[in-house]
């Protein structure tokens, strides 16, 4: 079955960096989402994207989350200015139709220091 | 605002018995999603129930969704160690693309 790929798998930084999570969505796929997780807690919606625009955005993704799909198959959650409450798991996940299923990349676990 | 729940949040069972997990949500939905998820791992689709009154079943898991009582369920039979993981329940957001994932709930199934 194919599959949704997120790279990388972990990410360390300093409070106040750059950092961008990519992923690459299931090809023939147009919906795509990234959650976040903290701890193994909820699973946190952040954004949803389709027709190369933002859909919907949660409360958490504020000024500082960025997302972009620059090539038509990689997808990337960029995070301007990191803090320390950015710390989670982060899942990218991608759908072919509303009704379908979300397939779930296997994470990038983001640390800020 | 959607807001779904699942109870309850921690569950700890003997192998060969029977329980249920629920999942409420707040506003109306028309299809519900089951989700399973081993530590450290991703997130793993089980069921999708598309509409009121579906009932699907996997091996020793049975779900359904009644929407007028805003409910699902993920019925567990004769347990076994290998189904010990947390399970997520997700509703979609009404008239958007967002879907909101309930509490989880952790199952330890103990030998």
């Known amino acids: 079955e194919p599959e949704v790929t997120q790279t990388p798998s972990h990410q360390v930084t300093q409070m106040g960096q750059e950092v961008i999570l990519r992923c690459v969505p299931i090809s023939n796929h147009l919906y795509f989402y990234w959650y976040r997780q903290i701890l193994g807690q909820k699973v946190e919606f952040l954004v949803s994207?389709?027709?190369?625009?933002?859909?919907?955005k949660s409360e958490i993704f504020d000024d500082q989350f960025s997302v972009e799909r620059p090539d038509g198959s990689n997808f990337t959650l960029k995070i301007r200015s990191t803090k320390l409450e950015d710390s989670a798991m982060y899942f990218c996940?991608?759908?072919?139709?509303?009704?379908?299923?979300?397939?779930f990349g296997s994470g990038t676990q983001l640390s800020v220091l | 605002e959607l807001k779904v729940e699942q109870n309850p949040l921690f569950l700890s069972m003997q192998e060969g018995k029977n329980y249920t997990i629920y999942c409420n949500y707040s506003t109306t939905s028309d299809r519900l999603y089951w989700y399973r998820q081993d530590p450290g791992k991703s997130l793993e689709s089980l069921f999708v129930?598309?509409?009121?009154?579906a009932v699907k079943q996997e091996g020793r898991l049975m779900a359904s969704l009644d929407t007028k009582a805003r409910l699902s369920t993920l019925h567990i039979t004769a347990a076994v160690h290998d189904l010990s993981a947390t399970y997520f329940c997700a509703a979609p957001h009404s008239g958007t693309y967002k879907y909101i994932f309930g509490t989880g709930t952790r199952l330890k199934v103990l030998a």
């Open positions: 994207f389709y027709n190369n625009e933002i859909s919907e």
């Open positions: 129930l598309l509409s009121n009154g």
């Open positions: 996940a991608s759908t072919r139709d509303r009704k379908e299923k979300l397939l």
